[in-house]
């Protein structure tokens, strides 16, 4: 064989290689009501949902909300230490100023961000004029894309358990300090 068929045998291969390892990740959220409080039950209600894709940095959102008592005032990408506890809001998400509507786009991601998603710890809050911030109306955890299924319904097989499946929750030991909390 030639130098030249083999140097574009090992050029193709390195390109099929990296378009594979560059494949957009799927993940979803399931918005929901903040903790509740007698004070807070009639006002943090509402529920959400949507798909979320990772290309690179870029973090595609297309998410439907409803339910709010009061319209969405904000929405923000936050970072927490753990799946179900709450963190950091920043970056901030465009929102429909309703009580019901869209929360889509893109984000780029930052490195505390991008190091957050598989660990579960990147969430997103939307306020509203009834629940603002800092504890907010609806909350919902970036989980890799998994099957669901309705209430009552029996599931053969493997169960999606947030903290088992998402490849770096703190049962599989890597969400007590990321590298990237150190350098915030």
Not at 12 to 24: F, H, K, T, V, W
Not at 60 to 67: A, C, H, Q, V
Not at 96 to 101: D, F, I, L, P, Q
Not at 166 to 175: D, I, K, Q
Request: contains cysteine; aromatic residues 4%; negative net charge.
């Amino acid at each position: 064989m030639s130098y030249l068929r083999i140097s574009a045998i090992a050029a193709i291969a390195m390109l099929a290689s990296g378009a594979a390892s560059a494949a957009p990740e799927a993940y979803q959220v399931n918005l929901g009501p903040v903790a509740r409080t007698n004070a807070t039950k009639l006002l943090a209600v509402g529920r959400g949902a949507g798909t979320i894709t990772l290309d690179g940095r870029k973090l595609t959102l297309n998410i439907n909300f409803d339910g709010l008592a009061s319209a969405a005032t904000d929405a923000h990408l936050c970072v927490g230490v753990g799946i179900g506890v709450a963190g950091t809001c920043g970056t901030e998400l465009a929102v429909t100023k309703a009580a019901s509507g869209t929360l889509t786009g893109d984000v780029m991601l930052n490195a505390k961000e991008l190091a957050a998603l598989p660990a579960g710890r990147l969430y997103i809050q939307i306020n509203s004029e009834k629940a603002p911030a800092p504890a907010g109306n609806l909350w919902g955890w970036i989980m890799i894309a998994h099957e669901e299924v309705g209430q009552d319904v029996p599931q053969m097989g493997h169960w999606f358990l947030p903290q088992y499946d998402m490849p770096l929750s703190v049962e599989h030991g890597s969400t007590h300090e990321l590298a990237t909390d150190r350098n915030s």
